[in-house]
């Protein structure tokens, strides 16, 4: 039975138990109720929990396909996050708990991140980092991450994080689409044991980016040794963080941002090869992230929070920083991988600062269930009430592994569907209240409204169909960074005659009770691993090398990473296929984007299946990568093509 079917016939029920639901910050369903009867009301009280400068003249704002939220209105995102909790009973409250992947350990208090913040803040300005400009994050999961965030948030810089694990080429790719001003990275950072090189990965992008001014370096490294191979520090350009921050003061002025001032820009992937820069806003942004982490998370004030994402994705901004700061929570924070030194350090973690709260992804639940019960069976994760699951569809099985050997029965499960471009939580239960089935993200939170749709924008009440967002939202991205006609082709055409609705490129099934079922993209984007990948991008890294002519990239299901690439290649003339060169392409991958999209298979063939027209049919590229007997082949203008690949595949030679 394949994946989806399996979903399909899944109709077990879990209701919040009556323990729960006694403490649950929401525990009826009168909040969706009055959501629904008038959203903005809902928004704007949940606006009204922020601290604003001064307050909003109007809430909502919609001219399809562009919103704004909250106009007139004035705040700064670290005030939120920092100021207003050292002021009382947060003050000394541990902030962020922090483990490094080698066992180093650090607890910083509100208090403590409200200094840090300010004195780098101060230290920006130095480096003339004004209101506006671009700051390029590229780091380890380290506590630095966050007061780098939260410092351009202070005096109102866009920031833009890159996940660590990106290539030189990726990194340049997306500083000179910001043109940032200021790069900030460490000598390296620590995963599975080894160093990942990040400012020598950092120089190697900077060759090409005029736009950069100024580099700052935290010392990750022990500074014991005087091991420079990880920092060539170049005199003007690079500064170390500690040098920059030494005489700083503790007290930085926060920039008073409007509602719609951008707080970041976040590159996703997207069906060209260029990745697009999502932009975020102050007011929306912090609003829908804030009332997410605290309603879906059932967020208390003992909480101990622990996002496993890293801060290079979208969750890692809203659910490890700016929503559970922005609440006074108790973040964990880990550098590292769940299986180093052992494969029990997620539970060895649980355990150690009794974690309350778990939100990780469906991809790291199967390789859990994969490597055993014995792992967490070791130890005492009786402190978790709650758990939560992102990125992708949790298979029924999975779920239910982590209901009973992570949950021990006991903790709702919170499987919560978003986007980079929605910036918080959509579609969730509500812990305490809805019914959960594995396998589904339920139904829209209070304030959000979806609906399942056909090609023509007629709503299917019951069976699959697209998925589309109905109503504007305070996180929504406001425009793609630079190219606003992108935003609204990628998110507002699907439908021409509804341009005001918004097109997720999700596809899913409603059943009988209203429920959503999230099938998975319908577009060229696949989902490896919990993170979005472009088949475009990694084609045009394929041909971008010498030998290959030319490249289509397929995903192909994977038993723990959910998706995987399957790369189908022909060769320039001169060149000959050999298990060396498919080596070679997948590591050329690796450098021109990054370990995550190198394929799993590359298939040399003299030939892509093609239309008459000469568009490359993925469909049954697909059915070859799945083993799957294959669809129409009529439309091809060579059928002669695809039985040699198929037979191919099946040889792996
Ligand atoms: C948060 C995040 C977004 C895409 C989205 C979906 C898939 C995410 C779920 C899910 C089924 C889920 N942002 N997706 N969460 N599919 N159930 N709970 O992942 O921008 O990187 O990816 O991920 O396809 O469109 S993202």
Not at 246 to 256: D, F, G, L, S
Not at 487 to 493: H, I, M, N, P, W
Request: charge should be negative; aromatic fraction near 10%.
């Amino acid at each position: 039975m394949s994946e989806i079917d399996a979903l399909l016939q899944e109709n077990r029920k879990f209701a919040p138990s009556r323990e729960f639901r006694r403490e649950a910050l929401v525990s009826d369903d009168s909040l969706y109720k009055s959501a629904a009867a008038d959203p903005e009301a809902f928004w704007e009280k949940q606006a009204g929990e922020l601290q604003w400068f001064e307050k909003w003249k109007s809430v909502c704002d919609w001219k399809a396909p562009h919103v704004k939220w909250f106009e007139g209105g004035t705040l700064n995102a670290s005030v939120n996050c920092l100021d207003r909790h050292v002021t009382g009973a947060r003050r000394n409250k541990a902030a962020l708990i922090w483990e490094g992947e080698p066992g180093d350990r650090r607890t910083l208090t509100y208090w403590d991140l409200y200094v840090e913040t300010q004195k780098f803040a101060n230290a920006l300005t130095k480096l003339g980092v004004k209101r506006g400009d671009r700051v390029a994050i590229y780091m380890p999961m380290i506590p630095e991450t966050a007061i780098a965030m939260l410092a351009c948030a202070r005096i109102g810089a866009i920031h833009s994080v890159v996940f660590g694990g990106f290539s030189p080429e990726s990194l340049r790719d997306r500083i000179e689409d910001a043109k940032a001003k200021v790069l900030i990275t460490a000598d390296g950072g620590y995963r599975r044991g080894t160093i990942v090189p990040l400012k020598r990965n950092a120089d190697k992008a900077l060759e090409g980016c005029p736009s950069i001014e100024h580099v700052v370096v935290v010392q990750r490294r022990p500074a014991a040794g005087g091991d420079e191979a990880f920092a060539e520090m170049r005199a003007g350009r690079d500064h170390w963080w500690h040098d920059v921050i030494r005489n700083e003061p503790a007290k930085c002025e926060p920039a008073k941002m409007k509602a719609e001032d951008v707080l970041y820009i976040l590159y996703t992937s997207g069906t060209t090869g260029k990745p697009k820069g999502i932009v975020h806003t102050t007011g929306g942004y912090l609003t829908g992230a804030a009332a997410t982490t605290k309603l879906v998370f059932d967020l208390k004030e003992d909480d101990v929070f622990w996002c496993t994402a890293d801060v290079g994705w979208v969750t890692g901004h809203s659910y490890l920083v700016y929503g559970p700061l922005a609440n006074g929570a108790t973040c964990v924070m880990y550098e590292g991988a769940p299986d180093w030194p052992e494969k029990d350090r997620f539970w060895s973690i649980c355990e150690r600062y009794g974690v309350t709260i778990l939100y990780t992804a469906p991809t790291a639940i199967r390789a859990f269930m994969k490597w055993g019960d014995q792992w967490p069976a070791k130890h005492d994760l009786s402190q978790l009430r709650l758990l939560g699951s992102v990125g992708e569809p949790i298979n029924p099985e999975a779920w239910i592994w982590y209901q009973q050997k992570i949950g021990g029965g006991r903790c709702p499960i919170v499987d919560t569907w978003w986007q980079t471009e929605t910036g918080a939580i959509v579609i969730s239960p509500l812990p305490g209240v809805t019914e959960t089935k594995p396998g589904s993200a339920t139904m829209p939170l209070p304030g959000f409204s979806a609906a399942l749709l056909d090609a023509n924008a007629k709503e299917i009440k019951v069976g699959g169909g697209l998925l589309a967002l109905t109503r504007p939202w305070p996180s929504i991205a406001r425009t793609i960074w630079g190219d606003d006609a992108r935003y609204v082709q990628t998110y507002f055409s699907k439908w021409p005659n509804r341009p005001d609705l918004y097109f997720p490129g999700d596809g899913a099934k409603r059943d009988e009770d209203g429920y959503y079922w999230i099938l998975g993209r319908v577009d060229d984007v696949l989902n490896v691993a919990g993170h979005r990948i472009g088949t475009m991008e990694v084609e045009s890294a394929l041909v971008e090398h010498p030998a290959v002519a030319e490249a289509a990239v397929v995903g192909k299901s994977h038993e723990l990473k959910g998706q995987a690439l399957a790369a189908f290649v022909t060769l320039r003339e001169g060149f000959q296929h050999s298990s060396d060169l498919r080596d070679e392409l997948r590591d050329f991958v690796g450098e021109k984007i990054g370990a995550i999209a190198k394929p799993d298979d590359i298939l040399f063939s003299a030939d892509l299946p093609k239309t008459r027209s000469g568009k490359i049919m993925r469909r049954l590229l697909r059915d070859i990568a799945e083993g799957r007997a294959m669809g129409d082949t009529s439309t091809l203008a060579d059928p002669n093509v695809v039985a040699a690949l198929k037979e191919q595949y099946e040889g792996k030679e």
